[in-house]
C-alpha cells in the first residue's frame, strides 16, 4: 500500500491535502473515500466509532481489513453499547482499540462531586471524551467518523473529508452526504451490527446519564444532553 511519506507529513501539507481531497472527494461513494484514507495514510488512519452502529467501521473494512476503530468507553454507556462493541470486535475484521480517561468514574466523583454530567456536562465530556481521544489520536494523521449532515443544524456543512485544526489532522466523514435512509439501506444489505438501543426509541446513542428516548417528530439527537442547551460533546466542534 503506497502512502503519504512521513517527510511530506511534517511539511504542513496534511491540511492543504485534506482540503484538495474535500473538494475532489465530494460526490464520492464513502467506500471510495476511505479507500482513498487508506491508501493515503496506511496505518496512520483509524476509525472512531460510537457503537450507536457499525456502518464506517464496516465501510472502513471493506476498503482496508484489519484497520484500527477507536471507542471511547466514558465509564457511562449503556450495556447495550459496550454489547455492540464486542459484537464487532468479534465479527468484523478491523482491530478494536478501546480508551478510557484517566480517571474512574469513582475518581471523578470524588473530585469534582458526584453527577458531573449534570452540573457541567461541558467539563465532564471533556474529561472523559474529548482528552481521551486527543490522546488516543496522537498515533493517527488522520480519523474517520460518521457525522452526517443531516444529523443537526450544527452539521450541516460537514466536509467528506476536512481539517481537524484543533488536533491537527485529517478528518474524513465518508456518510456526511448520506441520509438516515441510506443508513437503514446499508444496515439492511450488509446485514450490519447496530446499537439494540435503536429500536427501542433512542434515535442517537450516547451516554447513559445524557441520552433520553425521543418522540415522534422530534430531531435525532433531541434525545442527547435534554434541557441542557447542549448539541455536541466537543469531539466535533
Known sequence: MTTVQDADLKTGSLKALAEQAGRD????SPLEILTWAASTFGKRFAV???????????LASRAFPGVDVVFLDTGYHFEETIGTRDAVEAVMDVNVITLTPRQSVAEQDAEYGPKL???????????????????????????ATGLRR???????NTPVVGWDEKRQKVKVSP????????VDAYVLEHGVLTNPLLTDGYASVGCAPCTRRVAAGEDARSGRWAGLGKT?????G
Do not use: F, N
Request: net charge negative.
Open 232 to 236: 455536541e460533546c466537543g469531539l466535533h
Open 25 to 28: 472527494l465530494e460526490d464520492a
Open 48 to 58: 472512531t466509532s460510537s457503537m450507536e452502529d457499525a456502518v464506517v467501521a464496516h
Open 175 to 182: 456518510i456526511a452526504r448520506w441520509t438516515q435512509d441510506d
Open 117 to 143: 454530567h449534570d452540573r457541567d456536562p461541558d467539563l465532564c465530556c471533556a474529561l472523559r471524551k474529548v482528552k481521551p481521544l486527543e490522546e488516543g489520536l496522537t498515533a493517527y494523521d488522520a480519523w
Open 150 to 156: 443531516d444529523e443537526s443544524p450544527t452539521r450541516a
